[in-house]
């Protein structure tokens, strides 16, 4: 299809306030999300891996350059060069939001590795890195304690960071209240924190994605078939109340989409939403009337269907339902950890088998 017949309904959105951004750093698309109105973009070891193999003509060469180039080196780190090579250049395509905007949009998100999830200096050391490759990079951490407080430490020096493996009200007021501290830091040393802009995600549809999990082992049957959806929508909605009161100096950003409720329901100003290509695609072609949403009440009969078949819903929808020390350990972590974990081992081995070819 022709992208210059899509409706503009994302258009209809940012009139409201709201901005997106392209859940992916493949290039192409970046390209195209950029003239429809997106003003970011985001990247984990699975989008590198999706995007290297849509395009393997331009990338495996480049891989095999670099092998030539620093023979010495391991995979990984001819991997890590080749993501710096793919995140600058989607960096470039996006710097003229950042220009335009006096740097408060246009900004690439770039996860660090995530097998270091554990070892902060190592995060810490490599978010440095990445964050050097251009001006306008936002490093993504793990909302864990340890990831926590290397947001901190990152925003105390005035490196943008957006917060991810996140799926709880209690990770997002966490993350906020750990940025703040490093916001805290940084004016004290002299810092303008007016050009520090950190995001704190909620990943929406993998809270969905945890009690359909849960509902398959215990057989749990539900009613309504919009309300394991809007579970995440919930807890979202619930996180954008708290840091409108809080004040947070955060944006509060949406991913992980399932359903087009999970991106129609919580359209509002200061919410971002960091949307896969298909999906905002899918999303400009809506039926839906775009309106702000982002307020509106919870639909009190599905919270409380949710609420009583699946008590875990309170780690999830409670300010409180889970301290930091238990960020680690949460299961919707863990299988979002391991999951880009594997992610990462997949794009070596195709790395890696690039460099014998070369």
Not at 156 to 165: E, L, R, S
Not at 180 to 206: Q, W
Request: charged content about 25%.
């Amino acid at each position: 299809m022709d992208t210059k017949t899509i409706p503009c309904k994302l258009d209809e959105m940012r009139l409201l306030g709201a901005d997106w951004w392209n859940d992916s750093c493949d290039l192409t698309q970046l390209a195209e999300a950029v003239s429809k109105g997106a003003t970011g973009a985001t990247s984990n070891p699975v989008i590198v891996e999706a995007a290297v193999n849509a395009d393997k003509k331009t990338w495996l060469p480049v891989v095999a350059e670099l092998s030539r180039k620093y023979p010495k080196e391991s995979t990984d780190a001819i991997t890590w060069r080749l993501i710096a090579i793919i995140g600058r250049q989607a960096a470039e395509t996006l710097l003229p939001v950042f220009q335009q905007t006096n740097g408060e949009k246009g900004y690439l998100s770039l996860q660090v590795n995530p097998k270091h999830h554990l070892d902060a200096e190592k995060m810490f050391v490599q978010a440095v890195e990445l964050a050097s490759i251009a001006p306008n990079i936002a490093i993504k951490l793990p909302t864990t304690a340890t990831g926590l407080a290397v947001a901190e430490r990152l925003v105390g020096q005035g490196i943008p960071v957006n917060t991810t493996v996140s799926f709880s009200v209690a990770q997002a007021v966490a993350a906020a209240e750990s940025i703040e501290r490093g916001l805290n830091t940084f004016a004290s040393n002299g810092g303008d924190v007016s050009k520090v802009h950190p995001y704190v995600t909620i990943m929406t549809g993998r809270v969905g994605d945890y009690l359909k999990r849960i509902a398959s082992k215990e057989g749990t049957e539900i009613e309504s078939e919009n309300a394991i959806t809007l579970s995440g929508v919930y807890v979202f909605r619930k996180a954008a109340k708290i840091f409108e009161q809080r004040g947070f100096q955060s944006t509060l950003l949406a991913a992980a989409y399932r359903h087009e409720l999970q991106w129609s329901q919580i359209i509002g100003k200061r919410v971002l939403q960091s949307i896969p290509y298909d999906w905002w695609r899918a999303f400009s072609k809506s039926d839906f009337v775009v309106r702000e949403t982002i307020n509106d009440e919870e639909d009190p009969t599905l919270l409380a269907e949710l609420q009583e078949k699946f008590p875990d819903l309170a780690k999830f929808y409670e300010s409180n339902g889970l301290t930091v020390n238990e960020f680690q350990s949460f299961e919707a972590t863990v299988n979002t950890l391991d999951q880009f974990i594997e992610g990462y081992e997949n794009l070596l081995a195709l790395i890696e088998e690039a460099m014998r070819d070369a």
